[in-house]
Nanobody, 115 residues
Framework: QVQLVESGGGLVQPGGSLRLSCAASGNIGSFYRMSWYRQAPGKQRELVASITGNGDTNYADSVKGRFTISRDNAKNTMYLQMNTLNSDDTAVYYC?????????WGQGTQVTVSS
């Protein structure tokens, strides 16, 4: 069973940057899409960004121009570069892999934007 492990979260000041990583324990080449979601306290989980196996990307309007999603199949890792962070970006960030069969979720990593 392939597992996903997120890392890179933490406390950052407004305007700062973080890079999240999602490392898979197996080959991500079989995942036709990988995504980042986030869930803020008291809110529903929402899609932040996704990337297909062909490299096509999609972003939530709230992060367009600030966040960049990428994947390195050779390293079995997906990334989320987050720039110009603000308090609205505070949430637990989860990665998800879509494949034939049950989708896979990571355990999440906390991102807190605060001065």
């Amino acid at each position: 069973q392939v597992q996903l492990v997120e890392s890179g979260g933490g406390l950052v000041q407004p305007g700062g940057s973080l890079r999240l990583s999602c490392a898979a324990s197996g080959n991500i080449g079989s995942f036709y899409r990988m995504s980042w979601y986030r869930q803020a306290p008291g809110k529903q989980r929402e899609l932040v960004a996704s990337i297909t196996g062909n490299g096509d990307t999609n972003y939530a309007d709230s992060v367009k121009g600030r966040f960049t999603i990428s994947r390195d199949n050779a390293k079995n890792t997906m990334y989320l570069q987050m720039n110009t962070l603000n308090s609205d970006d505070t949430a637990v960030y989860y990665c998800k892999a879509d494949r034939i069969g049950p989708n896979i979720w990571g355990q999440g990593t906390q991102v807190t934007v605060s001065s």
